[in-house]
Antibody, heavy 130, light 107 residues
């Protein structure tokens, strides 16, 4: 059974940094690209970025809203994907979800194949407030 | 960016009714569209991928159709456990984008 478990959320001051982790199990982690999606309180879903699988060098793509502030990385040996969030703003307050992408491929602009979010973690709440 | 316009934003229907949600993409996304169900306090759950492919374990009363820019999600015979917010999402191009959601309630 695929399991994704996020951790690292909490209360953080504006301007500070926070690192979230997502521990994956139940599948061959290295075969899959992984992504982060967030949901502000009472709002819809927003894709943040993804990291490609090892076959594609673990390269990353980001949404414009977080590019340059957020960094996604992965630890293949431990089956963990991280989301490092810097210069946090109050509008970054949200539940952050780790997701697995299907076995397709995306370039920096277009995609081919089953790149859908087929598994989700339970989410971790990040509150940015003074 | 591909904008996903989902309607209605909310609806109320009786148990047993047929419910339809539409999702319009601002560009041709082929059939690269997913539908998710999200219950309060829970993570989204993938119901449909490829516009019409039902995920394993999803009840057959859920279905999806469409291609290019116009997509439809249907619940045949609404059940009390279907109370949730439903989202469409395109994965044809970056950035991945979601519809605004449809909150489904029982009348």
């Amino acid at each position: 059974e695929v399991q994704l478990v996020e951790s690292g959320g909490g209360l953080v001051l504006p301007g500070r940094s926070l690192r979230l982790s997502c521990t994956a199990s139940g599948f061959t982690f290295g075969d899959y690209s992984m992504s982060w999606v967030r949901q502000a309180p009472g709002k819809g879903l927003e894709w943040l970025g993804f990291i490609r699988n090892r076959d594609y060098g673990g390269t990353t793509e980001y949404a414009a809203s977080v590019k340059g502030r957020f960094i996604i990385s992965r630890d293949e040996s431990r089956g963990i994907v991280h989301l490092e969030m810097n210069s946090l703003k109050t509008e970054d307050t949200a539940v952050y979800y780790c997701t697995r992408l299907g076995l397709g491929y995306c370039s920096s602009s277009s995609c081919l194949g089953p790149n859908y979010f087929d598994s989700w973690g339970q989410g971790t709440l990040v509150t940015v407030s003074s | 960016d591909t904008q996903m316009t989902q309607s209605p934003s909310s609806l109320s229907a009786s148990v047993g009714a047929r419910v339809t949600i539409t999702c319009q993409a601002s560009h041709d996304i082929n059939k690269y569209l997913s539908w998710f169900q999200q219950k309060p306090g829970k993570a989204p759950r993938l119901l449909i991928s490829g516009a019409s492919n039902l995920e394993t374990g999803v009840p057959s009363r859920f279905s999806g159709s469409g291609s290019e820019t116009h997509f439809t999600f249907t619940i045949n015979s609404l059940q009390p456990e279907d109370i949730a917010t439903y989202y469409c999402q395109q994965y044809d191009n970056l950035p991945f984008t979601f519809g605004g959601g449809t909150k489904v309630e029982i009348k």
